[in-house]
């Protein structure tokens, strides 16, 4: 799996339980060596919860570079703030995270970019 750089897996899911899923994506990315640097996770019918597990994970892949989980109404702010924490830990930069068409309040954003280690929020 060390050879693949960007996956796009959007609009496979449909309206079903979005935790299996996002189970098998995280499982993949946080084995050793894995140097993926593009995800794109649209039209998913994600939620917080799937985000939630899926943050707690992120500093185990520092690759990661660009992050797509646009049209997912079912990710919040609460979604979003999980993303921006976990983003704020890893030691690599983050160059996009796209949440536009998801449930997120731009009025919610109470951070400082910079803290973020995130080039270009998308809403």
Excluded at 97 to 121: F, P, Q
Aim: with cysteine; net charge negative.
């Amino acid at each position: 799996h060390d050879v693949l750089s960007h996956l796009e897996i959007a609009s496979v899911l449909g309206n079903h339980d979005d935790r299996p899923f996002m189970g098998l994506v995280t499982k993949y990315l946080s084995q050793g060596g894995c140097v993926m640097t593009h995800l794109n996770l649209s039209k998913n019918s994600l939620t917080d919860d799937s985000i939630g597990e899926f943050s707690r994970c992120l500093e185990s892949f520092p690759a990661l570079a660009s992050l797509d989980l646009s049209q997912n109404p079912g990710i919040t702010s609460s979604g979003m703030e999980a993303l921006l924490t976990a983003f704020a830990k890893k030691d690599s930069w983050m160059e996009v995270l796209d949440l536009s068409g998801c449930s997120v309040d731009h009025n919610d954003i109470r951070c400082e970019a910079a803290s973020w280690n995130l080039g270009d929020l998308r809403l």
